[in-house]
Nanobody, 124 residues
Framework: QVQLVESGGGLVQAGDSLRLSCAAS????????MGWFRQAGGTEREFVAA????????YYADSVKGRFTISRDNAKNTVYLQMNSLKPEDTAVYYC?????????????????WGQGIQVTVSS
């Protein structure tokens, strides 16, 4: 099992920045990639970004490309999501996720482990 704990969420104004962190523990060696999904009220979970542990490959949703940056610290088993130029439409619960095999990076069903989620609210 892999446990994921998110931190860094909160309330900010449009245009501000925020950094989310996700600390992984447990059988982290079983994870090949980690990332973030988000879910706004009444909508489906949306892929945000992902990063492989063993390489520098990163993946982003078109809606956040150029504004968000995902990174990792292998020594700390931690993944970060730097969010700049935040917009009200970025408001959502953000979930840290981890997967154990390579496949469709956008498919939420392929991520085995999920954090509890953390709220990000961007006011206009």
């Amino acid at each position: 099992q892999v446990q994921l704990v998110e931190s860094g969420g909160g309330l900010v104004q449009a245009g501000d920045s925020l950094r989310l962190s996700c600390a992984a523990s447990g059988r982290t060696s079983s994870s090949v990639a980690m990332g973030w999904f988000r879910q706004a009220g009444g909508t489906e979970r949306e892929f945000v970004a992902a990063i492989r542990w063993s390489a520098s490959n990163t993946y982003y949703a078109d809606s956040v490309k150029g504004r968000f940056t995902i990174s990792r610290d292998n020594a700390k088993n931690t993944v970060y999501l730097q969010m700049n130029s935040l917009k009200p439409e970025d408001t959502a619960v953000y979930y840290c996720v981890a997967r154990t095999y390579y496949g469709d990076i956008n498919n939420s069903y392929e991520y085995r482990y999920w954090g509890q989620g953390i709220q990000v609210t961007v006011s206009s």
